[in-house]
């Protein structure tokens, strides 16, 4: 399984931009990188995804360097809602789709 | 649509004393999880299944059982409740393309064992 590790919490503040970094060193050549956003008493949302380079959407955007060891996860102009935990998940088809999360990280934007 | 449905959002059981959480999803997806949560915790894996009939362990199987009769449904079953299962459970469903895989989550069950 491949797996991540990511910061446990950042602060940032109100139109910053939150950059969080996952490392997953081991990572399959058929694995996507996806991140999920989960707030408080709900279940994990869907953000983005991507296999390498840069992929932008309407939320985030997700730069993969070539090795696919590492990638970031970029939060434009953070508002009070962005508070959330933040999830790398690294897709592993091979274990029979058995995806796993890893503890996450806590973004707290301060007004 | 309704997405991935869980009942019932709270339940409070005693030791000892079973239940089934339920899950549907109306995407007709066909891989389904089941993950708990502690709390300030991340998720863990109770069990998965890619389609009706077949299922497999996570990564925290140990107190729980499942059955995939249908694309649709996939309940999990606590027996013998204990109060190291008292968490959020949150069942999820994806329709992967290879490795490609996007979770649709359910709000969640939060289950109290006293």
């Known amino acids: 399984l491949a797996k991540t590790t990511q910061p446990i919490s950042m602060d940032s503040y109100e139109g910053q931009e939150v950059n969080i970094t996952c490392s997953h060193n081991?990572?399959?050549?058929?694995?996507?990188i996806t991140w999920y956003q989960q707030f408080p008493s709900q279940g994990p949302r869907f953000i983005i995804q991507?296999?390498?380079t840069k992929v932008t959407n309407e939320v985030a955007s997700l730069f993969i360097p070539a090795d696919r060891k590492s990638s970031t996860l970029s939060l434009p102009r953070v508002s009070l809602s962005d508070t959330a935990v933040y999830y790398c998940?690294?897709?592993?088809?091979?274990?029979?789709?058995?995806?796993?999360f890893g503890g996450g990280t806590r973004v707290l934007v301060k007004p | 649509n309704a997405g991935v449905t869980q009942t019932p959002k709270f339940r409070i059981l005693k030791i000892g004393q079973s239940m089934t959480l339920q899950c549907t999803q109306d995407m007709n997806h066909n891989y389904m999880y089941w993950y708990r949560q502690d709390p300030g915790m991340g998720l863990k894996l109770i069990y998965y299944s890619v389609g009706a009939g077949i299922t497999d362990k996570g990564e925290v199987p140990n107190g729980y059982n499942v059955s995939r009769s249908t694309t649709e449904d996939f309940p999990l079953r606590l027996e013998l409740a204990a109060p190291s299962q008292t968490s959020v459970y949150f069942c999820?469903?994806?329709?992967?393309?290879?490795?490609?895989?996007?979770?649709?989550f359910g709000s969640g069950t939060q289950l109290s064992v006293l």
């Open positions: 991507g296999y390498k």
């Open positions: 999820a469903s994806s329709f992967p393309t290879g490795a490609n895989e996007k979770l649709f």
């Open positions: 998940l690294v897709g592993d088809a091979a274990a029979g789709n058995k995806l796993t």
């Open positions: 081991n990572i399959a050549t058929n694995d996507y």
